[in-house]
């Protein structure tokens, strides 16, 4: 890394020197026309990949939903597939224990106590004879009603042994229902039905428990297509041409997307076919509801993105501005100067703010904690200097107290340890460059104090401060408490090549002691030397010695382990 230099020159006037007005406009309108690509095709990078990354959101969040809806489904199916096998076993009992006939068939209604024992207390389980008045209830006091029309007892009449019927209104109690039946047989002749009245409440604290609200739904479709049941309840229905049944014939459980037949609603269905009963169990998820997520974070990644979008077009327009501008006021010193202190400002922003879009990056990167908090504390040590810098439009030098305070606590807020920082920094301005380098040596110390020194112990002290000396030269020095380090091991790790380059690029000396505790003393110049600040633009810095004399061996720099 090398000092940053700002230098400004005046254009020379082309009406005086009498050469290559034509030139400078040609190579004006030729920039200001590559900007305007350049912009586009950073706009149209940034759509596209926007509709990438929507595209993909918006297949994830669906599948999520579509694995919901299957898993609820299996839930449904599980649930109610115990409930007929239980329902069933109780009907064959009934049966065994109604031979011979007990009292009340014929006669007024009795009650089945004695024939089941204790049952379930919302389940109703009921017995008619061959004209299908009822004989018996588990209901107390109930009423001798006739199910003779019922399509139920028809078709069990009519040679069926079981039947599942759609929803009903229980004539006994009110209720909304679906009756699970079974034949009764004296011998050759039919002798009535026993039934048991399943309560569609059943259905919907299966709902609740699952989390299916709204528009959300689970039911019981029979193979046959007929709707048994559903929550919330809907009018029984028959959905044999549903898309349902087409994928039935695929596979026994799935999961689709399609409007319902039942109420116009877009649904996400995952469907199971229960075990052993001609019953399929659905779980529909409103499609609306289950990508509410997804439309919600696309309507803060929209209101977030509208003004990266804005603030590129408008770079890309300013610029071209810029140029035109340019192009008409080259002769105009003064505005020439006042548009540079803006465009300084402008750039310091900018680049503190694409600084802070890497940071964002690097934090939705897996990378291990210990390089990403090492990243994100080198690239915040550079955005704080922009930072300082166009805030107090001061571009060449920074107040070197807050800038280290800042740094020091963000770092000490990254490990999260409780460490006490006693700060003793002299407000000093130095160059945004050096400030810069020295906020990134700062920053690798500091690290490898929380690093080594309080994360064993969970905390301790850091002491951070800056002191003027004598003939232009500053001291760093960065202590703690910690119980020192070893030398030996291995060399040449990034957090000590960093601390050398740093120094080398300063000017400075770095001292380390560590005797119950480490101190690190780093020794530099305020201001470049006459060297630095002579050498040519256009020209290459000499490359750098691999080591300065007073600076400490690689051997000895074993900071970052």
Same mark, same amino acid.
């Given at each position: 890394?090398?000092?940053?230099?700002?230098?400004?020159?005046?254009?020379?006037?082309?009406?005086?020197?009498?050469?290559?007005?034509?030139?400078?406009?040609?190579?004006?309108?030729?920039?200001?026309?590559?900007?305007?690509?350049?912009?586009?095709?950073?706009?149209?990078?940034?759509?596209?990949?926007?509709?990438?990354?929507?595209?993909?959101?918006?297949?994830?969040?669906?599948?999520?939903?579509?694995?919901?809806a299957h898993r609820a489904a299996h839930v449904v199916a599980t649930q109610f597939g115990w409930t007929f096998e239980a329902t069933a076993n109780d009907l064959r009992r009934i049966e065994e224990r109604l031979y011979p006939p007990v009292p009340g068939m014929g006669g007024n209604v009795g009650g089945l106590g004695p024939v089941i024992g204790d049952i379930p207390a919302d389940l109703h389980y009921s017995v008619y004879d061959a004209q299908g008045q009822l004989a018996l209830s588990s209901l107390p006091d109930a009423p001798r009603i006739s199910v003779a029309d019922r399509p139920y007892f028809t078709a069990l009449r009519d040679g069926r042994e079981t039947v599942i019927s759609p929803m009903l209104t229980e004539r006994q109690s009110g209720r909304q229902v679906f009756v699970m039946g079974r034949r009764l047989d004296d011998g050759a002749r039919?002798?009535?039905?026993?039934?048991?009245?399943?309560?569609?409440?059943?259905?919907?604290?299966?709902?609740?428990?699952?989390?299916?609200?709204?528009?959300?739904?689970?039911?019981?479709?029979?193979?046959?297509?007929?709707?048994?049941?559903?929550?919330?309840?809907?009018?029984?229905?028959?959905?044999?041409?549903?898309?349902?049944?087409?994928?039935?014939?695929?596979?026994?459980?799935?999961?689709?997307?399609?409007?319902?037949?039942?109420?116009?609603?877009?649904?996400?269905?995952?469907?199971?076919?229960?075990?052993?009963?001609?019953?399929?169990?659905?779980?529909?998820?409103?499609?609306?509801?289950?990508?509410?997520?997804?439309?919600?974070?696309?309507?803060?990644?929209?209101?977030?993105?509208?003004?990266?979008?804005?603030?590129?077009?408008?770079?890309?327009?300013?610029?071209?501005?810029?140029?035109?501008?340019?192009?008409?006021?080259?002769?105009?010193?003064?505005?020439?100067?006042?548009?540079?202190?803006?465009?300084?400002?402008?750039?310091?922003?900018?680049?503190?703010?694409?600084?802070?879009?890497?940071?964002?990056?690097?934090?939705?990167?897996?990378?291990?904690? !210990?390089?990403? &908090?090492?990243? #994100? %504390?080198?690239?915040?040590?550079?955005? @704080?200097?922009?930072?300082?810098?166009?805030?107090? +439009?001061?571009?060449?030098?920074?107040?070197?107290?807050?800038?280290?305070?800042?740094?020091?606590?963000?770092?000490?807020?990254?490990?999260?340890?409780?460490?006490?920082?006693?700060?003793?920094?002299?407000?000093?301005?130095?160059?945004?460059?050096?400030?810069?380098?020295?906020?990134?040596?700062?920053?690798?110390?500091?690290?490898?104090?929380?690093?080594?020194?309080?994360?064993?112990?969970?905390?301790?002290?850091?002491?951070?401060?800056?002191?003027?000396?004598?003939?232009?030269?500053?001291?760093?020095?960065?202590?703690?408490?910690?119980?020192?380090?070893?030398?030996?091991?291995?060399?040449?790790?990034?957090?000590?090549?960093?601390? !050398?380059?740093? &120094?080398?690029? #300063? %000017?400075?000396?770095?001292?380390?002691? @560590?005797?119950?505790?480490?101190?690190?003393?780093? +020794?530099?110049?305020?201001?470049?030397?006459?060297?630095?600040?002579?050498?040519?633009?256009?020209?290459?810095?000499?490359?750098?010695?691999?080591?300065?004399?007073?600076?400490?061996?690689?051997?000895?720099?074993?900071?970052?382990?």
């Amino acid at each position: 890394m090398t000092g940053l230099k700002w230098r400004f020159s005046v254009a020379p006037d082309p009406a005086r020197d009498g050469k290559g007005t034509g030139s400078e406009m040609d190579a004006t309108f030729h920039a200001g026309r590559a900007i305007r690509a350049t912009g586009v095709a950073m706009l149209s990078m940034l759509v596209l990949l926007s509709v990438i990354l929507v595209a993909e959101q918006y297949s994830a969040d669906r599948s999520k939903a579509e694995i919901e809806a299957h898993r609820a489904a299996h839930v449904v199916a599980t649930q109610f597939g115990w409930t007929f096998e239980a329902t069933a076993n109780d009907l064959r009992r009934i049966e065994e224990r109604l031979y011979p006939p007990v009292p009340g068939m014929g006669g007024n209604v009795g009650g089945l106590g004695p024939v089941i024992g204790d049952i379930p207390a919302d389940l109703h389980y009921s017995v008619y004879d061959a004209q299908g008045q009822l004989a018996l209830s588990s209901l107390p006091d109930a009423p001798r009603i006739s199910v003779a029309d019922r399509p139920y007892f028809t078709a069990l009449r009519d040679g069926r042994e079981t039947v599942i019927s759609p929803m009903l209104t229980e004539r006994q109690s009110g209720r909304q229902v679906f009756v699970m039946g079974r034949r009764l047989d004296d011998g050759a002749r039919f002798a009535g039905i026993v039934t048991i009245a399943i309560p569609v409440q059943r259905l919907l604290d299966l709902s609740e428990t699952l989390g299916f609200a709204g528009e959300s739904t689970i039911g019981l479709v029979a193979e046959d297509g007929m709707l048994i049941a559903r929550s919330p309840p809907i009018e029984p229905m028959d959905l044999s041409g549903w898309k349902l049944f087409d994928l039935m014939r695929e596979a026994p459980n799935g999961h689709y997307m399609a409007v319902s037949p039942a109420d116009g609603v877009e649904r996400i269905v995952g469907y199971w076919k229960i075990d052993q009963w001609p019953v399929i169990a659905i779980a529909g998820l409103d499609r609306k509801a289950a990508m509410q997520g997804f439309w919600r974070n696309i309507g803060m990644a929209v209101l977030l993105a509208l003004p990266i979008l804005f603030g590129v077009g408008w770079l890309i327009y300013d610029l071209v501005q810029l140029m035109r501008l340019d192009e008409r006021r080259q002769r105009e010193l003064t505005v020439a100067i006042e548009r540079s202190n803006y465009l300084l400002r402008e750039i310091h922003h900018r680049v503190k703010n694409n600084l802070q879009t890497v940071i964002s990056l690097i934090r939705l990167e897996q990378l291990p904690a !210990e390089v990403k &908090a090492r990243l #994100l %504390g080198r690239i915040g040590a550079m955005v @704080s200097v922009h930072e300082a810098m166009y805030r107090s +439009d001061q571009f060449e030098e920074i107040c070197i107290q807050p800038y280290l305070q800042r740094l020091v606590q963000d770092v000490a807020e990254g490990f999260g340890h409780p460490v006490d920082i006693r700060f003793d920094i002299a407000e000093v301005r130095i160059a945004g460059a050096r400030a810069m380098l020295v906020g990134l040596l700062a920053n690798e110390l500091v690290s490898n104090a929380f690093k080594h020194a309080f994360a064993p112990r969970g905390g301790g002290l850091l002491e951070v401060s800056v002191q003027v000396l004598g003939d232009g030269q500053l001291r760093l020095r960065v202590a703690d408490d910690g119980p020192g380090y070893v030398a030996g091991g291995e060399t040449g790790q990034m957090g000590s090549r960093l601390i !050398e380059a740093f &120094a080398q690029q #300063l %000017g400075g000396t770095v001292r380390v002691e @560590s005797a119950g505790r480490t101190v690190v003393t780093f +020794d530099f110049p305020r201001d470049y030397g006459p060297a630095e600040m002579a050498e040519p633009a256009d020209q290459p810095r000499p490359a750098q010695p691999r080591s300065v004399a007073g600076a400490r061996s690689r051997k000895a720099m074993r900071l970052s382990r």
